[in-house]
């Protein structure tokens, strides 16, 4: 079965400090990726998501992810981050041609971001 | 613009009662709507979803059911509530052009 995998449960940093949170899916065929966030007493938001063309994708608050095809990874990172980016972070999969748009999501990352 | 409207908020229900969750969305025709359940260390859990009325697909075998009863109205229920149902319940809109979701507030289900 498809499934997406984030390799940590909890991230914890310091302002500033760079960000990369994992992301690897299972699924031979094409995709659309997506990250999704959710601040404290939030909705869950876009960030950012890759369709196809520059696997460099560029979301908001300068958030960026790369989709390596051959690696099945859409990693998310963050040059220097803030304490507002203190979130949880969700990593979402959407197998082209599969079931109207289905989204399978990874289990999440906690970021904690220390001032 | 498109909105999506989840309630109630919080809901305590006792073990073996009945559950309604209702889910409707704004500003857009023939939706794709899901239901999601987030459980702690296990992320989002697709439960159902439909792409028209009377149209359920069910992801994972549960206590739970869906029905849509109109084109905007999603409505997530159980006959008789179990402990493991505890969860925050996520209604979702996925737009067919872009694919991104939208997502109502949740409830957070206790069942005690």
């Known amino acids: 079965a498809q499934s997406v995998s984030q390799h940590n449960h909890h991230v914890i940093l310091s302002e500033a400090a760079s960000l990369e949170l994992g992301c690897n899916y299972s699924?031979?065929?094409?995709?659309?990726l997506f990250w999704y966030v959710q601040y404290p007493g939030q909705h869950l938001q876009l960030l950012l998501k890759?369709?196809?063309?520059?696997?460099l994708v560029k979301g908001i608050k300068g958030f960026e992810a790369e989709f390596i095809k051959s690696k099945f990874s859409f990693n998310l990172r963050k040059p220097s981050v803030q304490w507002s980016d203190t979130a949880e972070y969700f990593c979402?999969?959407?197998?082209?041609?599969?079931?109207?748009?289905?989204?399978?999501f990874g289990k999440g990352t906690k970021l904690s971001v220390k001032p | 613009s498109q909105t999506i409207h989840q309630w109630p908020a919080t809901l305590v229900q006792p073990v073996g009662s009945p559950l309604s969750l209702e889910c409707t969305v704004e500003?857009?025709?023939?939706?794709?709507l899901y239901w999601y359940r987030q459980a702690a260390g296990r992320g989002l859990q697709l439960l159902f979803y439909?792409?028209?009325?009377?149209?359920i697909s069910s992801e994972v075998p549960q206590n739970l059911s869906a029905s849509r009863p109109q084109d905007r109205q999603f409505i997530l229920s159980s006959k008789k509530l179990l402990l493991s149902d505890s969860g925050f319940y996520l209604c979702?809109?996925?737009?067919?052009?872009?694919?991104?979701?939208?997502f109502g507030q949740g409830t957070r289900l206790t069942v005690v």
């Open positions: 979702a809109w996925i737009s067919g052009g872009n694919t991104e979701a939208f």
């Open positions: 439909s792409v028209g009325i009377g149209q």
């Open positions: 699924y031979g065929g094409t995709v659309n």
């Open positions: 500003g857009t025709s023939n939706p794709n």
């Open positions: 890759y369709f196809s063309g520059d696997p």
């Open positions: 979402a999969v959407e197998l082209y041609g599969g079931s109207q748009g289905n989204l399978i």
